[in-house]
Protein backbone atom coordinates (compact mmCIF):
# COMPACT_ATOMS: atom_id res chain seq x y z
CA UNK A 1 0.00 0.00 0.00
CA UNK A 2 0.99 3.55 -0.93
CA UNK A 3 0.59 6.62 1.00
CA UNK A 4 0.66 9.89 0.82
CA UNK A 5 -0.39 13.59 1.28
CA UNK A 6 -4.43 13.95 1.03
CA UNK A 7 -5.03 17.32 2.29
CA UNK A 8 -2.95 20.37 2.89
CA UNK A 9 -3.66 23.41 5.58
CA UNK A 10 -1.90 26.11 7.08
CA UNK A 11 -2.35 28.69 10.17
CA UNK A 12 -0.33 32.00 11.19
CA UNK A 13 -1.41 34.35 13.91
CA UNK A 14 -2.88 37.86 13.07
CA UNK A 15 -0.17 40.05 14.29
CA UNK A 16 2.77 41.18 12.27
CA UNK A 17 6.32 41.98 13.36
CA UNK A 18 8.17 43.57 10.80
CA UNK A 19 11.66 44.72 10.59
CA UNK A 20 11.39 48.34 11.29
CA UNK A 21 9.32 47.52 14.52
CA UNK A 22 12.36 45.41 15.36
CA UNK A 23 13.83 48.41 15.03
CA UNK A 24 12.64 50.52 18.37
CA UNK A 25 13.50 47.31 20.38
CA UNK A 26 17.20 46.10 19.82
CA UNK A 27 19.89 47.60 17.75
CA UNK A 28 19.33 46.10 14.71
CA UNK A 29 17.99 47.45 11.05
CA UNK A 30 15.63 46.80 7.71
CA UNK A 31 18.75 46.38 5.82
CA UNK A 32 20.81 44.15 8.22
CA UNK A 33 18.27 41.57 8.50
CA UNK A 34 17.05 41.35 5.02
CA UNK A 35 20.52 41.29 3.42
CA UNK A 36 21.58 38.37 5.78
CA UNK A 37 18.64 36.47 6.28
CA UNK A 38 16.14 37.39 3.49
CA UNK A 39 13.50 38.39 6.48
CA UNK A 40 11.18 41.35 6.09
CA UNK A 41 8.46 40.21 8.70
CA UNK A 42 7.45 37.79 10.56
CA UNK A 43 4.05 36.41 13.07
CA UNK A 44 3.56 36.47 16.47
CA UNK A 45 0.50 34.66 18.82
CA UNK A 46 -1.31 36.94 20.70
CA UNK A 47 -1.65 36.58 24.50
CA UNK A 48 -2.82 33.25 25.30
CA UNK A 49 -2.86 31.49 22.29
CA UNK A 50 -0.36 28.60 22.08
CA UNK A 51 0.87 26.06 19.39
CA UNK A 52 -1.74 23.84 20.12
CA UNK A 53 -4.29 26.79 19.30
CA UNK A 54 -1.95 27.27 16.11
CA UNK A 55 -1.86 23.51 15.25
CA UNK A 56 -5.96 22.55 15.70
CA UNK A 57 -6.64 24.96 13.17
CA UNK A 58 -3.70 24.26 10.78
CA UNK A 59 -5.07 20.90 11.07
CA UNK A 60 -9.29 21.65 10.45
CA UNK A 61 -8.15 23.44 7.39
CA UNK A 62 -6.03 20.51 6.23
CA UNK A 63 -8.56 18.14 6.84
CA UNK A 64 -11.30 20.41 4.92
CA UNK A 65 -9.02 20.60 1.85
CA UNK A 66 -8.88 16.21 1.98
CA UNK A 67 -12.94 16.29 2.16
CA UNK A 68 -12.81 14.89 5.52
CA UNK A 69 -14.12 14.97 9.49
CA UNK A 70 -11.53 14.67 12.74
CA UNK A 71 -13.71 11.54 13.13
CA UNK A 72 -11.94 10.24 10.22
CA UNK A 73 -7.97 10.50 11.74
CA UNK A 74 -6.81 7.59 14.21
CA UNK A 75 -3.39 9.43 14.66
CA UNK A 76 -2.11 12.39 15.21
CA UNK A 77 1.32 13.44 14.81
CA UNK A 78 2.46 17.12 16.16
CA UNK A 79 5.68 18.27 15.67
CA UNK A 80 7.04 20.97 17.92
CA UNK A 81 9.80 22.01 20.16
CA UNK A 82 7.40 24.87 21.78
CA UNK A 83 4.94 22.92 23.15
CA UNK A 84 1.47 24.10 25.38
CA UNK A 85 3.14 22.30 28.60
CA UNK A 86 5.49 19.93 29.61
CA UNK A 87 2.28 17.65 29.89
CA UNK A 88 0.34 16.36 28.69
CA UNK A 89 1.79 16.42 24.65
CA UNK A 90 0.46 19.19 22.46
CA UNK A 91 -0.74 16.11 20.08
CA UNK A 92 -3.38 15.25 22.85
CA UNK A 93 -4.07 18.88 23.18
CA UNK A 94 -4.99 19.50 19.71
CA UNK A 95 -6.89 16.31 19.88
CA UNK A 96 -9.00 17.49 22.30
CA UNK A 97 -10.06 20.38 20.35
CA UNK A 98 -10.79 18.76 17.59
CA UNK A 99 -12.88 16.71 19.61
CA UNK A 100 -11.50 13.08 18.07
CA UNK A 101 -12.24 10.36 20.83
CA UNK A 102 -9.77 7.34 19.37
CA UNK A 103 -6.59 6.64 17.98
CA UNK A 104 -3.23 7.55 19.17
CA UNK A 105 -1.85 10.97 19.73
CA UNK A 106 2.40 12.05 20.37
CA UNK A 107 4.75 14.63 20.15
CA UNK A 108 7.91 14.43 17.98
CA UNK A 109 10.78 16.98 18.71
CA UNK A 110 13.37 17.24 16.23
CA UNK A 111 13.17 21.40 16.56
CA UNK A 112 12.97 22.55 12.58
CA UNK A 113 13.55 19.04 11.16
CA UNK A 114 10.42 17.69 12.97
CA UNK A 115 7.75 18.19 10.29
CA UNK A 116 10.01 15.93 8.12
CA UNK A 117 10.38 13.61 10.73
CA UNK A 118 6.65 13.24 11.83
CA UNK A 119 6.29 12.53 8.05
CA UNK A 120 8.93 9.56 8.55
CA UNK A 121 7.35 8.27 11.68
CA UNK A 122 3.61 8.71 10.99
CA UNK A 123 4.29 6.80 7.25
CA UNK A 124 5.86 3.97 9.27
CA UNK A 125 2.90 3.84 11.31
CA UNK A 126 0.43 3.70 8.47
CA UNK A 127 2.61 1.17 6.43
CA UNK A 128 2.72 -0.98 9.64
CA UNK A 129 -1.03 -0.88 9.66
CA UNK A 130 -1.20 0.79 13.45
CA UNK A 131 -3.53 4.24 11.31
CA UNK A 132 -5.21 4.38 9.13
CA UNK A 133 -5.06 7.90 8.54
CA UNK A 134 -2.69 10.42 10.11
CA UNK A 135 -2.58 14.13 10.82
CA UNK A 136 1.15 15.47 10.66
CA UNK A 137 1.56 18.76 11.82
CA UNK A 138 4.20 21.43 12.60
CA UNK A 139 2.68 24.00 14.75
CA UNK A 140 5.61 26.42 16.69
CA UNK A 141 5.24 29.50 19.17
CA UNK A 142 9.19 30.30 18.87
CA UNK A 143 8.60 33.67 19.76
CA UNK A 144 7.74 32.73 23.38
CA UNK A 145 11.10 31.37 23.18
CA UNK A 146 12.89 33.94 21.90
CA UNK A 147 15.26 36.43 23.66
CA UNK A 148 14.35 40.14 22.14
CA UNK A 149 17.80 41.48 23.81
CA UNK A 150 19.70 38.95 21.76
CA UNK A 151 19.47 40.82 17.97
CA UNK A 152 20.82 37.32 16.61
CA UNK A 153 18.15 35.81 17.12
CA UNK A 154 15.31 37.56 17.74
CA UNK A 155 15.19 38.49 14.07
CA UNK A 156 15.03 34.95 12.42
CA UNK A 157 12.27 33.68 13.90
CA UNK A 158 8.09 33.51 13.85
CA UNK A 159 5.27 31.55 14.75
CA UNK A 160 2.57 29.60 12.60
CA UNK A 161 1.51 26.33 12.01
CA UNK A 162 1.40 23.90 9.02
CA UNK A 163 -0.49 20.44 8.65
CA UNK A 164 -1.19 17.56 6.06
CA UNK A 165 -3.54 14.26 6.07
CA UNK A 166 -1.90 11.12 5.48
CA UNK A 167 -3.80 8.16 3.72
CA UNK A 168 -3.74 5.40 1.56
CA UNK A 169 -3.07 7.13 -2.40
CA UNK A 170 -2.64 5.28 -5.96
CA UNK A 171 0.64 2.95 -6.33
CA UNK A 172 3.73 5.20 -7.80
CA UNK A 173 2.26 8.35 -5.81
CA UNK A 174 2.66 9.47 -2.46
CA UNK A 175 5.50 9.08 0.01
CA UNK A 176 9.04 7.94 -2.07
CA UNK A 177 11.89 7.94 -0.54
CA UNK A 178 12.87 9.50 3.11
CA UNK A 179 16.15 9.88 5.20
CA UNK A 180 16.59 11.26 8.38
CA UNK A 181 19.61 11.55 11.23
CA UNK A 182 21.02 13.82 13.77
CA UNK A 183 24.75 13.78 15.79
CA UNK A 184 23.89 14.86 18.99
CA UNK A 185 27.21 16.11 19.49
CA UNK A 186 26.62 19.36 18.03
CA UNK A 187 23.75 19.90 20.52
CA UNK A 188 24.58 23.22 22.09
CA UNK A 189 24.78 24.81 18.94
CA UNK A 190 20.97 25.85 18.85
CA UNK A 191 19.94 25.20 22.44
CA UNK A 192 17.86 26.54 25.34
CA UNK A 193 19.77 25.88 28.88
CA UNK A 194 16.97 26.46 31.35
CA UNK A 195 13.39 25.02 31.80
CA UNK A 196 14.17 21.43 31.80
CA UNK A 197 14.95 18.47 34.19
CA UNK A 198 18.76 19.66 34.41
CA UNK A 199 18.24 23.20 34.97
CA UNK A 200 14.97 23.64 35.78
CA UNK A 201 12.46 26.79 36.15
CA UNK A 202 13.77 28.85 38.97
CA UNK A 203 14.45 32.87 39.92
CA UNK A 204 17.76 32.51 39.14
CA UNK A 205 17.60 30.75 35.82
CA UNK A 206 15.17 32.97 34.86
CA UNK A 207 17.67 36.26 36.10
CA UNK A 208 19.90 34.44 33.39
CA UNK A 209 17.55 34.14 30.40
CA UNK A 210 18.18 30.57 30.24
CA UNK A 211 14.74 30.37 29.46
CA UNK A 212 14.99 31.41 25.80
CA UNK A 213 16.79 30.12 22.88
CA UNK A 214 20.57 30.52 21.79
CA UNK A 215 22.49 29.84 18.74
CA UNK A 216 25.92 29.50 17.29
CA UNK A 217 25.24 31.24 14.12
CA UNK A 218 28.27 30.49 12.29
CA UNK A 219 28.69 26.88 13.19
CA UNK A 220 25.02 26.57 12.44
CA UNK A 221 25.32 28.05 8.81
CA UNK A 222 28.70 25.84 7.72
CA UNK A 223 26.68 23.08 9.00
CA UNK A 224 23.53 23.44 7.10
CA UNK A 225 24.41 24.45 3.84
CA UNK A 226 26.25 21.57 3.47
CA UNK A 227 23.74 18.66 5.01
CA UNK A 228 20.56 20.16 3.48
CA UNK A 229 22.20 19.24 0.01
CA UNK A 230 23.24 15.77 1.18
CA UNK A 231 19.91 14.88 3.09
CA UNK A 232 18.17 16.09 -0.16
CA UNK A 233 20.47 13.18 -2.04
CA UNK A 234 19.99 10.66 0.27
CA UNK A 235 16.28 10.66 0.14
CA UNK A 236 16.52 11.05 -3.89
CA UNK A 237 18.29 7.83 -3.76
CA UNK A 238 15.96 6.20 -1.58
CA UNK A 239 13.33 7.25 -4.10
CA UNK A 240 15.08 5.79 -7.20
CA UNK A 241 15.19 9.51 -8.56
CA UNK A 242 17.74 11.97 -8.78
CA UNK A 243 17.29 15.78 -7.30
CA UNK A 244 17.53 17.34 -10.48
CA UNK A 245 14.07 15.27 -11.41
CA UNK A 246 12.53 17.36 -8.88
CA UNK A 247 9.28 19.72 -10.15
CA UNK A 248 9.69 21.56 -6.36
CA UNK A 249 11.89 21.94 -3.63
CA UNK A 250 10.52 23.16 -0.19
CA UNK A 251 13.71 23.83 2.15
CA UNK A 252 13.20 24.92 5.91
CA UNK A 253 12.66 28.79 5.90
CA UNK A 254 16.15 29.26 8.02
CA UNK A 255 17.80 31.60 5.82
CA UNK A 256 17.78 32.54 2.35
CA UNK A 257 21.98 32.61 2.27
CA UNK A 258 21.85 28.83 3.68
CA UNK A 259 19.10 27.91 0.94
CA UNK A 260 21.11 29.28 -1.69
CA UNK A 261 24.51 28.14 -0.46
CA UNK A 262 22.99 23.98 0.22
CA UNK A 263 21.40 24.14 -3.40
CA UNK A 264 23.92 25.71 -5.00
CA UNK A 265 25.26 22.03 -6.30
CA UNK A 266 21.65 21.28 -7.99
CA UNK A 267 20.92 22.77 -11.64
CA UNK A 268 17.25 23.26 -10.34
CA UNK A 269 15.86 26.98 -11.21
CA UNK A 270 15.66 29.26 -8.30
CA UNK A 271 12.12 29.59 -9.42
CA UNK A 272 11.19 26.30 -8.22
CA UNK A 273 12.46 26.69 -4.55
CA UNK A 274 9.41 27.70 -2.62
CA UNK A 275 10.45 30.05 -0.49
CA UNK A 276 7.87 32.82 1.53
CA UNK A 277 10.71 33.29 5.01
CA UNK A 278 10.41 36.76 3.99
CA UNK A 279 7.13 37.09 5.26
CA UNK A 280 7.21 34.37 8.06
CA UNK A 281 10.62 34.15 9.06
CA UNK A 282 11.78 31.01 10.60
CA UNK A 283 8.85 28.88 12.06
CA UNK A 284 10.75 25.51 12.38
CA UNK A 285 8.52 22.76 12.28
CA UNK A 286 5.65 24.26 10.68
CA UNK A 287 8.01 25.91 7.68
CA UNK A 288 7.90 23.31 5.27
CA UNK A 289 4.45 22.56 5.40
CA UNK A 290 3.14 26.63 5.92
CA UNK A 291 5.37 26.87 2.70
CA UNK A 292 3.95 23.52 1.29
CA UNK A 293 0.07 24.57 1.86
CA UNK A 294 0.68 28.45 0.44
CA UNK A 295 2.04 26.63 -2.97
CA UNK A 296 -1.03 24.52 -3.20
CA UNK A 297 -3.34 27.10 -2.97
CA UNK A 298 -1.84 29.40 -4.96
CA UNK A 299 -1.69 26.90 -7.85
CA UNK A 300 2.08 26.17 -8.11
CA UNK A 301 1.84 22.87 -6.86
CA UNK A 302 -0.40 20.60 -8.91
CA UNK A 303 -1.46 16.83 -8.19
CA UNK A 304 1.66 14.75 -9.94
CA UNK A 305 4.15 16.78 -8.92
CA UNK A 306 7.60 15.39 -7.87
CA UNK A 307 8.69 17.34 -4.89
CA UNK A 308 11.29 17.37 -2.08
CA UNK A 309 11.14 18.66 1.66
CA UNK A 310 14.34 18.83 3.47
CA UNK A 311 14.95 20.67 6.54
CA UNK A 312 18.14 20.93 9.42
CA UNK A 313 17.42 21.67 12.93
CA UNK A 314 18.74 21.70 16.68
CA UNK A 315 19.98 18.44 17.99
CA UNK A 316 21.61 18.80 15.72
CA UNK A 317 19.13 16.88 13.01
CA UNK A 318 18.02 16.78 9.42
CA UNK A 319 16.19 14.86 6.97
CA UNK A 320 14.83 15.15 3.67
CA UNK A 321 11.11 13.31 2.04
CA UNK A 322 10.50 12.68 -1.43
CA UNK A 323 7.05 12.80 -2.29
CA UNK A 324 4.41 13.26 -5.20
CA UNK A 325 1.84 14.78 -4.55
Known sequence: MAFGILGVGSYVPDRVLTNHDLEKMVETNDEWIRTRTGISERRVVAPGQASSHLGTEAARRALENARLEPADIDLIVACTFTPDRPLPSTACLIQAQLDISAGAAFDVNAACTGFVTGLAVAHGLLRNGVAKRALVIGAEAITRFVDFEDRGT????????????????????????????????????????????????????????????????????????????????????????????????????????????AMKRFHIPHDRYIINLDRYGNTSAASVPLAFDEAVRDGRIQRGDLIGLVAFGAGLTWGATIVRY
Not at 163 to 186: C, P, Q, T, Y
Not at 194 to 208: A, F, L, Y
Not at 236 to 249: F, N, T
Request: charged fraction near 25%.
Open 154 to 261: CVLFGDGAGAVVLGEVEEGSGILGEFIAANGRMADAITIYGGGSMNPPTHEMVDRREQYMRMSGNEVFKFAVRILSEALINASERAGIEVDDLKWVIPHQANIRIIEG
